[in-house]
């Protein structure tokens, strides 16, 4: 299958900072990305959806200031926490989508603890 | 009504046990269908894809009955390592691209 890769895959952060966390499709270019976060024992939510070359879609009670997201090839896409707290700790995972397919393959994950 | 939904699990079996997990979608636009499987505190992962003609993958069998939007994957010979969550994942096209992904099935093989 395709390949996606995340990084970093653990960071922990003081309160305030700001994470930035990269996701690349190393063996096909994806022109959709998606961003994904998980609590423990819990489905995956969806965060947003993100275009290469357009502004990503952000779901329902997500805050599109707070989680940057920036897709400028169609490699790579960033997610940016910004001013993290406690509650934003999480396991953050990143999809990409085969054009031809429909079939979604996820990079590794990111484990995010604010302090 | 949820759009994907799932047996609620978890599926306790021993060793060499078939299992079966049905899946039921609400979305008569939905296009594609995939199982992934998700091990503790790993990203998902593509188990396979399924198609209205059924497919299967050594002990690993995906079917789709579209008239009764509901999908399928049977587990033959379970192993000790089979033992994950098991998503089923709908495509819905239909006033744009959406993924729907069930709440997951977990199954526990037991030696």
């Known amino acids: 299958g395709a390949v996606v890769s995340q990084h970093p895959s653990r960071v922990i952060c003081k309160s305030g900072t700001s994470v930035k966390i990269e996701c690349r499709s190393l063996?096909?270019?994806?022109?959709?990305m998606f961003w994904y976060r998980q609590f423990p024992k819990k489905s995956l939510m969806l965060m947003a959806t993100?275009?290469?070359?357009?502004?990503?879609?952000?779901e329902q009670g997500v805050e599109k200031d707070k989680f940057l997201i920036n897709h400028a090839s169609l490699t790579l896409s960033t997610l940016t926490v910004t001013s993290a707290h406690p509650e934003d700790s999480s396991f953050y995972i990143c999809?990409?989508?085969?054009?031809?397919?429909?079939?979604?393959?996820f990079g590794p994950g990111t484990r995010l603890t604010v302090t | 009504r949820k759009e994907v939904e799932q047996d609620p699990g978890p599926f306790n079996v021993p060793e060499g046990a078939t299992v079966a997990f049905n899946c039921t979608y609400s979305?008569?636009?939905?296009?594609?269908f995939f199982w992934y499987r998700q091990d503790c505190r790993k990203e998902p992962k593509l188990l396979m894809s399924v198609y209205s003609s059924g497919n299967e993958d050594g002990r690993f069998t995906a079917q789709l009955n579209r008239a009764s939007q509901y999908i399928s994957l049977l587990i033959r010979d379970s192993k000790l390592s089979d033992s994950a969550t098991y998503l089923c994942?709908?495509?819905?096209?239909?006033?744009?691209?959406?993924?729907?992904f069930g709440a997951g099935t977990r199954l526990f093989v037991k030696a």
């Open positions: 993100s275009n290469e070359g357009s502004k990503a879609t952000y």
């Open positions: 063996d096909f270019q994806a022109t959709t």
């Open positions: 994942v709908v495509n819905i096209r239909g006033g744009g691209f959406k993924t729907i």
């Open positions: 979305n008569s636009a939905s296009q594609s």
């Open positions: 999809s990409a989508r085969l054009r031809t397919t429909y079939e979604q393959y």
